[in-house]
């Protein structure tokens, strides 16, 4: 017999054993979206690390409510604010942000190990389609909601003294520039994936010369002079110093289970973008349009 701590899914009834509650009441909560499950053929699935999760989060009125831990998509804004919101709270709470890039953000979050996922992977026109085509692949994507974070500005990022020599798109892929590139499951890689496509090339047909795992890692091998030219968003170019053409508006969202949105953290952080001096701060940054900020743009009703 397999061992409840060998488990990888769990069904209603072992479920119902490792909880001590009656297997009705295990499915009445699976379909109130109270327990992580997701349903497949017609059968519900357990997973056992989101149950152990959700049984954690539960005790004590919430014992991991006093953290928030964020994944996902780079992105210099959210870094600020997050640095900012650490300092009002000091070693009371921990609000945590790891850029890991859209796809890994988002299998941390199916996995139960971040609170929120950050994600951009497609422009401001096909975010509902794109974005929530992405959510649907992972499992447990019943029980989360999409938030919309901000626009922003993506295209490509140059070294100054260059900057001149990329104005026409066309001519951009016929010089011998070194390309920094993102990690494979990177919001701004699948972008650059889409314009290549749009132009009858591929990642093949660049010099690339070293690979970034954030958007600024990608702007310092950039400002040394490691490279020449990667596909990033404006805030990033601006505050390095780089040059930078916009070719997209994009939609950077946030994706969270359902009851993480009502997490006090969470509501700070959406309340200390909306304010002011967030503004005033995506303004001298450059290419951000915090409009609706902290509305709710997908659930799974």
């Given amino acids: 017999m397999t061992e409840p701590s060998e488990l990888v899914y769990m069904s209603a009834k072992q479920v119902a054993e490792y909880l001590d509650l009656n297997e009705k009441k295990v499915y009445a909560m699976a379909n109130d979206r109270m ?8 059968k519900w699935l357990f997973p056992k690390i ?4 959700w049984l954690m989060d ?3 009125s919430g014992m991991l409510s006093d953290r928030l ?3 996902g998509s780079d992105d210099p804004l959210l870094s600020m604010q997050v640095a ?7 070693s009371r709470e921990l609000i945590s942000y790891s850029a890991t890039g859209s796809r890994l953000g988002l299998e941390l979050l199916s996995k139960g190990y971040a609170d929120v996922c950050t994600l951009h992977w497609g422009s401001a026109e096909e975010r509902n389609i794109r974005h929530t085509a992405l959510l649907k692949g992972y499992p447990n994507h019943q029980q ?7 626009n922003r500005q993506q295209g490509l990022i140059v070294r100054p003294e260059l900057h001149h020599q990329c104005q026409e798109e066309a001519r951009v892929l016929s010089l011998p520039w070194r390309w920094v590139s993102r990690q494979g499951g990177a919001g701004s890689q699948q972008h650059l994936e889409h314009w290549l ?6 990642l093949k047909d660049l010099n690339t010369v070293i690979t970034a795992y954030s958007e600024r890692e990608l702007a310092g091998y950039l400002a ?12 990033v170019a601006m505050e390095s110093g780089l040059g930078f053409v916009p070719l997209l508006t994009e939609s950077f969202d946030f994706v969270m289970p359902q009851g993480i949105y009502f997490r006090r953290q969470l509501q700070q952080l959406f309340k200390l973008l909306a304010s002011a001096p967030s503004r005033q701060m995506a303004a001298q940054l450059g290419g951000y349009d915090l409009t609706d900020c902290g509305q709710l743009l997908w659930s799974p009703e």
Avoid: N
């Fill in 224 to 235: 040394r002079g490691d490279a020449d030219i990667g596909f990033g968003c404006q805030a």
């Fill in 50 to 53: 989101l149950i152990d999760r």
């Fill in 144 to 150: 989360w909601i999409m938030v919309h974070g901000y």
């Fill in 58 to 60: 539960s005790c004590h």
């Fill in 84 to 90: 900012r919101l650490m300092a009002e709270v000091g």
């Fill in 69 to 71: 831990l964020i994944t």
């Fill in 35 to 42: 327990l992580p499950a997701t349903k497949i053929t017609g």
């Fill in 197 to 202: 496509i749009k132009r009858g090339a591929t």
